[in-house]
C-alpha cells in the first residue's frame, strides 16, 4: 500500500478509474469486494456530508442577524440546552447550502464522533486511507489548501477539549459550532462566540399563536403568562405547544399544572410531548450538561453547588453567596469542608456548561439560572435535601445583607431572593432561629424601602405564623407583633399602631417584666406613635418618664437611651418649645458623636433634627449649614443614592427656600426628584417628599397652575402608596386646596379645605398644626370668596 496522496479530488481527471487499478481483494470465489486505498475517486460537487436536521416550527422568529457574516473563521453559538442553537444552526446552513462546495454537519458528541465525521468527510472527497485518524489529518490539510468554499457544522460540541488540534481552518470557508459550552477557548481572535438567548417575549407569543392556531386578535393573556412561565425557552414552548394540542388542554388549563408545585417537570413534559423532532424532553436536555459539569474539577461539586443556587430567585443571585463568607454556609450543604475556591470553581463549570450565567447587575455579579433548570433540578431532590438547602440559603442571605441597605438594587436583589427562599420550603425557615432572622430582616428591608403596605402585610403573616407554631408569649410571636406596630405608624396609621401597641407592651411586661429591653423598646414606639397621633405634649411628657426608666436600666450612653433623648427633644419641639428642641438636640448630638461616631445612622439622624429646629427657630443660615455638612457625612457613610443622603440634599433645598430663595430650591429640587425616582423609584416616600416641596416652591414662585397639576399627580401617588391618613398625603391635599384658591378655583379651594379638615382632625387630632393650618385656609376662603387679596400661611417641610 503506498503512501497518502494529498490531492485535491476536483483535481482528478475523469478516467481515474483505469488509471488506480490498484487495490486489496477480500471475499470468497462468488463475492469479492475491493478497497481502494490511497486513490482518489471522482467527486461530484457539491458534496454534503451528514443529515442537518430539519427545521421546526418558528425557527424563523428569530431576529438576529445572521452570524455567518462575521469575519471570524469560525463562529461558535453557545447557550443553555434548549435555546434552539442547534434550529439555528440549521437554518443558516440551509441559507449557506448553495453559496458552499463542500457543507458538513457533524453532531460533535465526543472527539470519537468529531473524527468519525471528519473520516466520512474525507471518503466522500475521494480519499479513502482505511485509518480514521489519518483521514481526518487528510481533510483538516485539504481544508487549509483548497480553493473550494466550504461550511463545516459541529452540532452539540460536549467539550471543547474534544477539538484539540481539530478545529477546522483554511481560506475558502467557516466552522459553526453549537455547545452549551461558554469556556474561553471558545472566544478568541479567530472564533465569534455568540451567547443564544431565549426568544423574546413577542417571539414566544408568536410562536405560541402559530403552534395552538390562535387568533392573534383575541384574548392572549394567558398565552403571554405561559410564555413567561416557561421562560421563553424554545424547547419548553414547544413541548407545552404539544401537550396542549394533544390532550385539548388550554394555555390556562396547562399554566395551572405548571404552577401546581407538587408535579415534576416530567408530567409537563412527557416523552410522547416531544416535537419538532427534538430528542429528549426538558429536563432530559439538561441532565447531560449536568453531569458533564459534575466531572469537571472539582469533581462532583458542581451538582451540589446547581442544587443550591436553585433555592434562590432564577432572576438573580448575588454572587457573594458562592464568593465570600457566606460560602461556608452554603458548604454544608454542598461539601462539607469544601474551600470558597473550590465553590467558585464549581460555579465556572456551571458557567461553563450554560447551566447558570455570570453576569453584572447594578455592579454586583449576580448569578442567574433559567427557571425550568431550576425547577427540574429541584424535582430530583428529596424533601430532606430541600429542606437542608433552604436553611443554608436562608443562613447565608443574611450573612451578606448589610445592617444599611445603601444600593437600593442591591436590597430588591436580596428581598426578592429571600421571598424566593422562603417559598421553597417555609417551614424550614421557621424550624431554626438563625433562619428566621431571614423573615425580620426582610421585613425591615421592605419597611426601609418605602413600601409600608407591602412590609404590614409581611409583619400580618409573621405575627400570624408565629403565634400558630408558637403561641402568643414566644419571644418571636411578640417582637413581630412590635414590628408590625411600627409599620403601622411610619404608614401613617398611628391609631392603630397604638392599639397594636399598647397591648405588646402589657403583655411584654406580664412575660418579661417592666424593666426588660425590649419592654422600654415597645414604650418608647407606643409613646412615638400617642404623639403622631395628636398629643405632641403627652408624648414630651411620656419620654421624659421613658428616659428616665432608660438610664436606670440601660445606662446613659446606651443606644436606646439615646434615642429617648432625641424623641424627648423632639416633642418638646412639637409641643412648642422649639429651644428646648434645639438645645436638647445639640447636647445630643454631641453625645451619639462620642458614643456611635459621625457615620452612625442615629449620629446622622440627630444631625438632621438640628438642622430642622435651627430653620424652625428661625436660623435659616444655619440649618443650610447644617444640612450641607448632613448631606457630606451622609454620603460617606451610606452612598450617594441612599434615601437618607438624599432627603438630606431636599433639607438643603427646603432651607434655600425657607431663606428667601424659593428659584433656588425649585433649581435643586427638580434635578433632585429625577435623580430620587431613578435611584429609589416613583413610589418611596422620600421621592413622594420631594415633590411635595417642589409643589410648595411653585405655588411660592406663583407657578399655580402648574403646582395645581403636580399636586393632582403626588396626591393620586401619595394615597396609593402611603394610605389617605397618612400626613404627606394630608400635607398635599392642604397644598393642593391653597393652590387651587391662588390659581382662582376658589370653590375647589373651599370644597377641598372643608373635606380635609374633618379628615385631619380624625388622624391627627384637632390640636394638630396641620389641622389648624387647613382650618385657617378654608376661613380665608370661605371670607374671600369673591376675592384675591391676602394669602393663607402655609405648612412646613414635608416630613414622608
Partial sequence: MGPSLPVDPHAVPSDVDARWARGVQVGDQTTQINYFLDRPRPVSWPVRVGVIPPLADGHQLRASPTPLTENAPTVVLSGLGGVGKTQWAAELARARAAQVDLLVWI???????????????????????????????????????????????????????DLRGLWPDGPGGQTLVTTRRADSALSTRRRHRIDVETFTPEQARRFLIDRLGLD??????????????????????????????????????????????????????????????????????????????????????????????????????????????????????????????????????????????????????????????????????????????????????????????????????????????????????????????????????????????????????????????????????????????????????????????????????????????????????????????????????????????????????????????????????????????????????????????????????????LADWRGKAGDHDGAIREAEQLVRESRRALGARHPQTLAARGMVAWWRGESGDAAAAIDTLTPLLAEARHALGGDHPVVLGIAHNLVVWRGETGDFSRGVAEAEVLLTDSTRVLGPEHRLTLETRHRLAELRGRAGDVTGAITGADQLLADATRALGPDHPLTWNTGETLTYWNQHANTAESEPSGSGPATA
Fill in 107 to 161: 453532531t460533535a458528541s465526543s472527539r470519537a464522533a468529531i473524527i468519525e465525521g471528519y473520516s466520512r468527510t474525507a471518503v466522500e472527497l475521494g480519499h479513502h486511507h482505511g485509518d480514521a485518524q489519518a483521514e481526518a489529518s487528510w481533510l483538516l490539510t485539504w481544508l487549509q489548501g483548497t480553493d473550494r468554499t466550504w461550511l463545516i457544522v459541529l452540532d452539540d460540541l460536549a467539550d471543547p477539549v
Fill in 216 to 609: 392573534p386578535s383575541s384574548e392572549l393573556g394567558d398565552v403571554d403568562l405561559l410564555a413567561a412561565d416557561l421562560g421563553h425557552l424554545p424547547l419548553a414552548l414547544a413541548q407545552a405547544a404539544s401537550f396542549i394540542a394533544d390532550r385539548g388542554e388550554t394555555c390556562a388549563g396547562y399554566l395551572r399544572r405548571l404552577a401546581d408545585r407538587r408535579r415534576v417537570l416530567a408530567d409537563l413534559f412527557p416523552p410522547d410531548a416531544v416535537a419538532d423532532d427534538y430528542i429528549s424532553t426538558v429536563a432530559a436536555t439538561w441532565l447531560l450538561s449536568v453531569e458533564a459539569a459534575d466531572r469537571l474539577p472539582p469533581r462532583g461539586l458542581a451538582r451540589p453547588l446547581l442544587e443550591q443556587v436553585c433555592v434562590f430567585d432564577p432572576n438573580g443571585c448575588p454572587s457573594a453567596l458562592v464568593t465570600s463568607f457566606a460560602a461556608d454556609q452554603l458548604a454544608m450543604t454542598v461539601r462539607p469542608g469544601a474551600p470558597a475556591d473550590d465553590l467558585r470553581d464549581a460555579l465556572r463549570n456551571l458557567v461553563r456548561l450554560s447551566l447558570v450565567s455570570l453576569g453584572q447587575g447594578d455592579g454586583t455579579d449576580v448569578i442567574r439560572i433559567h427557571a425550568l433548570v431550576q425547577r427540574a433540578t429541584l424535582d430530583g431532590v428529596d424533601p430532606q435535601r430541600r429542606a437542608d438547602l433552604v436553611r443554608a440559603g436562608a443562613r447565608a442571605l443574611v450573612a451578606i445583607w448589610p445592617e444599611i441597605d445603601r444600593d437600593a438594587e442591591y436590597a430588591r436583589m436580596l428581598r426578592s431572593n429571600a421571598t424566593a427562599v422562603f417559598e421553597r420550603d417555609a417551614g424550614a425557615v421557621w424550624a431554626g432561629h438563625d433562619e428566621r432572622q431571614l423573615l425580620w430582616r426582610l421585613g425591615r428591608s421592605i419597611g426601609e424601602s418605602g413600601q409600608y403596605s407591602a412590609g404590614i402585610r409581611h409583619w400580618e403573616m409573621v405575627r400570624d405564623e408565629a403565634e400558630r407554631r408558637f403561641g402568643g408569649d414566644h419571644p418571636s410571636t411578640l417582637s413581630a407583633r412590635w414590628n408590625l406596630g411600627e409599620w403601622l405608624g411610619e404608614a401613617g396609621r398611628h391609631a392603630d399602631a397604638v392599639a397594636v401597641l399598647e397591648k405588646v407592651v402589657a403583655d411584654q411586661q406580664r412575660v418579661l417584666g417592666p424593666e426588660h429591653p425590649d419592654v422600654l423598646h415597645s414604650r418608647g414606639g407606643l409613646v412615638l406613635n400617642r404623639g403622631s397621633n395628636g398629643d405632641p405634649a403627652g408624648a414630651a411628657a411620656a419620654f421624659e418618664e421613658l428616659l428616665r426608666d432608660c438610664i436606670e436600666h440601660l445606662g446613659p450612653d446606651d443606644a436606646f437611651t439615646l434615642t429617648t433623648r432625641y424623641n424627648v427633644a423632639s416633642w418638646r419641639g412639637e409641643a412648642g418649645d422649639v429651644a428646648g428642641a434645639l438645645a436638647g438636640t445639640e447636647e445630643l448630638l454631641a453625645d451619639r458623636l462620642r458614643v456611635l461616631g459621625a457615620d452612625h445612622r442615629h449620629t446622622l439622624f440627630s444631625r438632621a433634627g
